[in-house]
């Protein structure tokens, strides 16, 4: 009458209450003592950061050689909610589940450096269990699902990235030297990675393989994982130590997470603010930047055009995230460029898809009328358009201006005199870059002879031509073309001839273009419009101007 005949188990033990979360020795204490004697409960309490939520962490050891099973709750009126549960020995799993669902950003406050190299002492080579049950991702939408790899198989870790993210779960298969494959999900991506002994040997994220795919992986935030034991995998695409991949992954988080918060998406719009920058203001603002190299930076930012979102950009210049964030990081944080929402404007050729058209072929037509290193017409593509300009005005009466205009450095020679010598083409490429963003878009830049250039202006008159040109000579002016440039050194002389208010046939037009031209190579004034090298009918054409020249 005194016991009801069914042995009571051991006494369950609270340890006193924390106002921190619980360390790294914290919790190996907890371990020890669960282990002295199995079936018993060690429970530890503590306060949250915010002080309004108090938690409890507890373990159990229900065999000699099993793991030990770790429960944590969040306690409140109600009682205690659990709040997830794992059968590990990993001591450092468990700290990364602490930091996660108490909202800690950094392992490294409670967890031992040690630790995080995989020196933990009490690790060896215990497996992972994992027993909680994860939601879909997506909040009623289409559930991640997995195929086990063999009939049988089962997983020995699952779980959700949000409760666990991706550096904390390899740096626990690396501790607990599981072999086989870590197999993470979302809805519309799938990345494997093989271990031995810990080691990751071969990684894949789609086409990407490798040290970029195991860096790329850990900026997912998104996804559900599980870990099939003992799958081995012939190819080793892996090569760095996984401690280094995770610094670097874990700045591409960084800065993937501000790309983030700038409101970057594929769909984005980069825009420059500053096109006109020298390219030694440009070098010295990326200097507070990461360090990366200068010339992959520079030409990404001389293929953003204001108007093309990052998946475009990226798809006439592929790159994979390990390769391009860093760069774009840098030119949105060092205040070279900005995000915007705006969505590009959609192609006129695109809408003609239904028909039939393809506009990839249309665009092959045009690319094959440019020049690859400058990216405007050849002389004669250039020529075609000026004559098919000309036949708009002999049938509709449609005015248009031709600019003819030359680029070059003055160099000094060794009697001290002055001659001009053809820009490189480094230096004409960029020029036409900035041309391009301030001349429209039916305005057609080309080749003209061997060591000119010209512009087509549709119903443009001779007034409105000058102005562009002198809007041309100011931004060509504004900052040099490259780091060994001087813009004070930069000759430019432009030619402006108008139909039909200079003339009416197009030898004429374009004779008129060029003399307008030399007389700027020969005066003080960039920029002479066709006007004021005719003569009055009957009138030799006046000489040209004595002051030094500004060409």
Not at 37 to 43: A, Q, T
Not at 172 to 200: C, H, Q, W
Not at 251 to 278: C, F, H, P, W
Request: glycine fraction near 8%.
């Amino acid at each position: 009458m005194f016991g009801s005949g069914k042995a009571a188990g051991p006494r369950n033990v609270r340890l006193p209450k924390q106002s921190a979360m619980p360390s790294y020795g914290d919790i190996e204490f907890l371990s020890q003592e669960a282990r002295k004697i199995i079936g018993r409960c060690v429970e530890l309490p503590w306060t949250g950061a915010d002080r309004k939520h108090d938690f409890i962490l507890s373990v159990r050891y229900e065999h000699d050689q099993g793991d030990p099973n770790w429960t944590m709750f969040e306690t409140g009126l109600s009682g205690n909610v659990e709040v997830w549960n794992y059968a590990t020995r990993d001591i450092t799993l468990i700290c990364n589940l602490l930091a996660t669902a108490s909202g800690s950003s950094s392992v490294e406050d409670f967890v031992p450096s040690q630790a995080l190299l995989g020196k933990a002492s009490d690790v060896g080579t215990a497996t992972v269990t994992a027993t909680v049950t994860n939601p879909t991702i997506g909040g009623g939408m289409a559930p991640v699902t997995f195929e086990p790899p063999r009939p049988g198989a089962k997983a020995t870790l699952e779980g959700d990235l949000k409760n666990l993210q991706v550096p904390n779960l390899l740096q626990s298969i690396n501790l607990a030297k599981m072999v086989g494959k870590l197999d993470i999900r979302t809805r519309a991506e799938k990345a494997e990675v093989y271990f031995v002994d810990g080691n990751p040997v071969h990684a894949m994220i789609k086409e990407v393989k490798g040290d970029h795919a195991l860096i790329e992986l850990i900026t997912w935030q998104v996804g559900e994982f599980r870990f099939w034991p003992d799958e081995q995998t012939t190819e080793k695409s892996v090569s760095r130590r996984l401690d280094a991949m995770l610094m670097e992954g874990v700045t591409l988080l960084d800065q993937s997470k501000y790309l983030d918060s700038a409101g970057l998406k594929m769909e984005s719009v980069l825009v420059k603010k500053n096109a006109m920058i020298s390219e030694e203001e440009f070098q010295a603002r990326l200097s507070k930047g990461a360090p990366l190299d200068l010339t992959q930076q520079l030409d990404f930012y001389e293929l953003i055009d204001n108007k093309n979102s990052l998946f475009d950009l990226l798809r006439k210049r592929p790159m994979n995230k390990v390769g391009w964030v860093p760069i774009l990081f840098n030119l949105v944080s060092c205040g070279l460029v900005q995000v915007t929402d705006q969505a590009p404007q959609q192609s006129r050729l695109a809408n003609l898809k239904a028909l039939g058209i393809d506009e990839t072929a249309i665009q092959q037509v045009t690319k094959n009328l440019l020049r690859p290193e400058t990216g405007i017409l050849t002389y004669h593509a250039f020529i075609y358009f000026l004559d098919q300009e000309y036949l708009r005005y002999e049938y509709f009466n449609l005015p248009f201006s031709l600019l003819i205009f030359s680029m070059g450095m003055r160099k000094t020679n060794a009697a001290g005199g002055t001659s001009v010598e053809a820009l490189q083409m480094l230096g004409v490429r960029r020029a036409m870059q900035r041309i391009g963003l301030v001349k429209r878009q039916v305005d057609q830049v080309g080749h003209y002879e061997t060591f000119d250039y010209a512009i087509i202006l549709p119903n443009t008159n001779s007034m409105a031509a000058g102005a562009l040109a002198n809007r041309i000579v100011s931004v060509l002016l504004e900052a040099p073309l490259s780091s060994d440039m001087d813009s004070r050194s930069l000759a430019l002389a432009f030619g402006v001839a108008t139909v039909p208010e200079d003339c009416q046939e197009l030898d004429k037009l374009i004779t008129l273009a060029k003399r307008a031209r030399d007389r700027a190579k020969q005066g003080q004034n960039r920029v002479v419009l066709g006007r004021d090298v005719q003569a009055p009918q009957g009138q030799s054409a006046p000489p040209p101007p004595q002051p030094p020249p500004s060409y």
